[in-house]
């Protein structure tokens, strides 16, 4: 237990203070270590090595690069038009083209933060130059690019899947139904309000210019049907997957938008640094889940659980708001590689399907990167939109409690989930 304890005051203790999350965990790594009685240092070396020596992980950069070549090609202008051209002819218009925007987007990047950075910029302005107010403008930009984790193809989801030794395939089709749940409420949500405030109608186009703005986004909508495609037929694996985005970037790049190899100077730049600090949380993470397995701590609290429960469903609402908690404080990716060899077997006790449980996790947790202290997104939103953190989470409060209506039906609806990965053996 004083390990445990050790381990909560450190890890907390280097956050508060600002220390980057995953030097915050391998130094937290280091001090669990020594409170064990461990003192060679090539346990810790082994153990960092170790933790990014798993092949599924080989995806993570590869789908971050072809996100970054999307990105920088122009393909989210294309999403854009695309998006305006299918719900933008409605009272709240571009409300709606937000959160449909976030839900092509996510099929390219399968990351919140890319969402948020690569749309935002754009849709921002767009919405306060036809007239929407600046915080609701930032809000629905916030609360929808935590689509973007979940939509398959989810980096999130493969973190996982690699972790738990569950299928990514079963995990991605997992996805599917929450994320477009999400996505209906948040549309709902925003219609409602742009009819309440008088949001103004965008100009509807014609049925000609629907099909021209169709064909310059063909480019975007092919890739997710590629990936999940060969994933599910088992053409190939998640890894080999991500690979084959980058070479499908990499050729429309060249042949369609005309892009010079000087600029992949850039672009290898932001894919490389991305990399990075994925790798260096993975890494130090795993050594740290790695102590804390020593000491025993899954089977610590699986004690104090069952000592509270043994009710499967009581457990899924204890286990939403400690994931709620801990992604208030923890982004999401580190959260992932310290809970999933935690909680993981704890599920197990209980009964909880394998793909259910990861859902719940990665749903939860993306809700944390647009909840306060620590939520990445939200500082993203806030440095394009030049508005202060407070006005931005006031206009919040109603989106927040739509997730968690999204998230409570995905929990203790587990078909909803289930449904789809039934389909694949």
Not at 154 to 171: E, R, T, W, Y
Not at 217 to 239: D, K, N
Request: hydrophobic letters at 60%.
């Amino acid at each position: 237990m004083g390990s445990i304890l050790i381990f909560l005051g450190s890890l907390l203790g280097f956050t508060a203070l600002g220390v980057p999350i995953g030097f915050a965990i391998g130094i937290t790594s280091i001090i669990v270590m020594f409170s064990l009685g461990m003192t060679d240092a090539m346990v810790l070396a082994r153990r960092l090595v170790t933790g990014v020596d798993i092949f599924t992980l080989l995806a993570i950069p590869f789908f971050m690069l072809a996100g970054e070549i999307m990105n920088k090609i122009g393909l989210v202008n294309d999403i854009l038009k695309f998006s305006t051209a299918v719900v933008g002819r409605v009272r709240g218009g571009l409300a709606a083209v937000n959160v449909v925007g976030s839900m092509l987007f996510a099929g390219i990047s399968g990351s919140a933060v890319a969402d948020t950075a690569a749309l935002g910029s754009l849709e921002i302005p767009m919405m306060e130059k036809d007239g929407y107010d600046k915080p609701f403008s930032s809000a629905i930009t916030a609360a929808s690019s935590v689509i973007g984790p979940i939509i398959p193809p989810s980096i999130p989801m493969i973190i996982f899947g690699s972790l738990a030794q569950v299928s990514i395939a079963k995990l991605f089709l997992g996805g599917a139904i929450p994320g477009i749940l999400i996505a209906l409420s948040l549309l709902v949500y925003s219609l409602f309000i742009a009819k309440k405030r008088q949001y103004p109608v965008s100009q509807a186009i014609s049925f000609g210019e629907f099909i021209q703005v169709f064909k310059n986004t063909i480019w975007a909508l092919i890739l997710p049907f590629i990936i999940l495609g060969g994933i599910l037929s088992g053409f190939f694996t998640a890894t080999e997957a991500g690979a084959i985005a980058v070479i499908y970037a990499v050729i429309i790049s060249f042949a369609v938008y005309k892009v010079k190899i000087r600029d992949y100077v850039d672009i290898l730049k932001g894919a490389a640094l991305n990399t990075g600090v994925v790798m260096l949380v993975c890494a130090s993470a795993m050594s740290l889940t790695w102590f804390l397995a020593v000491a025993k701590l899954p089977q610590t609290l699986t004690g104090v659980l069952m000592g509270i429960t043994d009710n499967k469903w009581i457990f899924l609402l204890i286990l939403n708001i400690l994931l709620f908690l801990i992604g208030m404080v923890i982004d999401l990716t580190p959260a992932l590689f310290l809970l999933t060899p935690i909680l993981m077997p704890i599920s197990g006790v209980y009964g909880i399907d394998p793909i259910h449980f990861g859902v719940i996790m990665v749903a939860n947790l993306c809700i944390g990167l647009i909840t306060p202290p620590v939520g990445t997104v939200l500082y993203v939103t806030t440095s394009i939109s030049k508005l202060k953190l407070e006005r931005l989470i006031k206009e919040m409060v109603p989106m927040y409690a739509v997730l968690f209506v999204v998230l409570l039906l995905i929990t203790y609806a587990p078909f909803t989930v289930l449904w789809l990965p039934s389909f694949i053996k």
